[in-house]
């Protein structure tokens, strides 16, 4: 009986031992796939003009991104979007807000309907980067880089907007910070975007 009872509990041992090496080895990969991940994110946001902004905004989305640059170039314009709808919507209660001058309300309303075309062409750009393939991809590519270009164009807009010195200082500063940061997101996706496409393209 004494025999049995030794027996099993070297089984249990045996079972743990094997169960807490198992879960090491798990997680000393889990550790190694982050590292790789997190060191493909900061090398590829060397390629854009603010790399800081990149890796900062990026870096929480290592698991997902790994080491894809397909993946990388689609979280990089998820974020841009979703940035430019907070700010948007951020402007639009900022328009309505009491004692602004008249060119102010109407450089709100202005930046505003850029930013929804920044949107618009944003979601294209996304929808159409989660189909491409085939032959068709050079011509998908050029697509996604024009919307993006015309999405920064629309944001670029909406910050000369509020260059005069007649904005009030508050204002004019909130809403510079907002915009300039979804120009810098955007213009990083659209480097991501870029960098991609020239790993991706066809050969002649």
């Keep these: 009986m004494e025999g049995s009872s030794s027996c099993y509990s070297l089984a249990t041992l045996l079972i743990l031992l094997m169960l807490t090496t198992y879960m090491n080895s798990c997680s ?3 550790s190694i796939s982050e590292k790789t991940s997190t060191e493909f994110i900061r090398t590829s946001c060397g390629a854009t003009s603010y790399p800081r902004l990149c890796i900062s905004t990026l870096s929480s989305y290592a698991s997902t991104i790994q080491t894809s640059p397909k993946q990388l170039a689609i979280t990089a314009l998820s974020v841009s979007l979703a940035n430019v709808r907070s700010t948007s919507h951020l402007m639009s209660k900022l328009s309505k807000s009491h004692g602004l001058k008249p060119k102010e309300v109407g450089a709100m309303r202005d930046c505003v309907e850029e930013m929804s075309g920044s949107v618009d062409q944003l979601r294209k750009s996304l ?11 050079e011509h998908q590519m050029n697509d996604i880089q024009t919307w993006v270009s015309a999405a920064l164009t629309d944001e670029d807009t909406c910050v000369d907007g509020f260059a005069g010195k007649a904005m009030n ?6 809403v510079r910070g907002h915009v300039v ?3 810098h997101l955007t213009s990083n996706a659209l480097a991501l975007i870029n960098s991609f496409a020239s790993i991706q393209a066809p050969s002649p």
Excluded: Y
């Design 169 to 174: 200082g508050n204002i004019k500063t909130t």
């Design 127 to 137: 929808a159409e980067l989660g189909h491409l393939g085939g032959s068709k991809f």
């Design 28 to 30: 000393s990969t889990r």
């Design 181 to 183: 940061n979804v120009v």
